[in-house]
């Protein structure tokens, strides 16, 4: 009777312990890293700037997925409007987080197509300019759709080429002169390239 109690916990241990690192091993092996770069074209009162975003998602099954992205904007110019009349252009960096969401359709094997959207955080920082208006730096509620194309290199890496709408909230100067302040919208079309590694 010992040896049997023994012999069905070490099977019952040793069960539990393989489904346990299988499904260790499962989910690990569902998650990717990605990185990506781009042009971003300025829309309206936007002009254009680079666009690069690095983050960590998890893969639900080949037609669901999930990230979180940090993205940052370097280089990039506002033009400011008080009653319709331009008073001038700042320069304005742009960076913040988002969580997306992804639908994904296999063409073929190696080749497929997705729609994408997103909600986040940014935070649109401008520069003063003319010596009359001072650069402020603002938090946003922002968010994006998209679509685009993927294509695995290896069953663990794929590049994705797509098309993404930002709007990243308002940027803001004040004027030195009266203190008052104007805000204009922060929209770009970006079309990057990127890669994914899935682990």
Same mark, same amino acid.
């Given at each position: 009777?010992?040896?049997?109690l023994?012999?069905?916990f070490?099977?019952?241990?040793?069960i539990?312990?393989?489904?346990?690192?299988n499904? $260790?091993?499962?989910?690990?092996?569902?998650?990717y890293?990605r990185?990506?770069?781009g042009?971003?074209?300025?829309?309206k009162?936007?002009?254009?700037?680079?666009?690069?975003?690095?983050?960590v998602?998890?893969?639900?099954?080949?037609?669901?997925?999930?990230?979180?992205?940090? $993205?940052w904007?370097?280089w990039?110019? $506002?033009?400011?409007?008080?009653?319709?009349?331009?008073?001038?252009?700042?320069?304005?960096?742009?960076?913040g987080a988002?969580?997306?969401?992804?639908?994904s359709?296999?063409?073929?094997?190696?080749?497929?197509?997705?729609?994408?959207?997103?909600?986040?955080y940014?935070?649109?920082?401008?520069?003063?300019?003319?010596?009359?208006?001072?650069g402020?730096?603002?938090?946003?509620?922002?968010?994006?759709?998209?679509?685009?194309?993927?294509?695995a290199?290896t069953?663990?890496?794929?590049?994705?080429?797509?098309?993404?709408?930002?709007?990243l909230?308002?940027?803001?100067?004040?004027?030195v002169?009266?203190?008052?302040?104007?805000?204009?919208?922060?929209?770009?079309s970006?079309?990057?390239?990127?890669?994914q590694y899935?682990?």
């Open positions: 009777m010992k040896k049997y023994l012999s069905t070490a099977a019952v241990a040793a539990t312990m393989a489904s346990s690192a499904a $260790q091993t499962t989910y690990f092996d569902d998650m890293v990185v990506d770069g042009y971003a074209i300025g829309m009162n936007t002009e254009e700037a680079a666009v690069f975003d690095a983050g998602g998890f893969r639900m099954n080949e037609y669901f997925k999930a990230d979180l992205t940090a $993205q904007r370097p990039g110019k $506002q033009k400011f409007k008080d009653a319709d009349t331009e008073v001038g252009k700042a320069d304005m960096w742009t960076m988002m969580a997306n969401v992804y639908a359709y296999p063409v073929y094997d190696k080749f497929s197509v997705y729609a994408t959207g997103g909600v986040g940014s935070y649109n920082k401008t520069d003063s300019f003319k010596g009359a208006y001072k402020k730096g603002k938090s946003n509620f922002a968010w994006n759709v998209g679509a685009g194309v993927e294509y290199l069953p663990c890496v794929t590049l994705d080429l797509g098309y993404r709408f930002s709007d909230g308002k940027a803001k100067v004040e004027s002169a009266t203190g008052s302040k104007i805000e204009e919208n922060v929209r770009y970006d079309v990057k390239i990127g890669m899935y682990f």
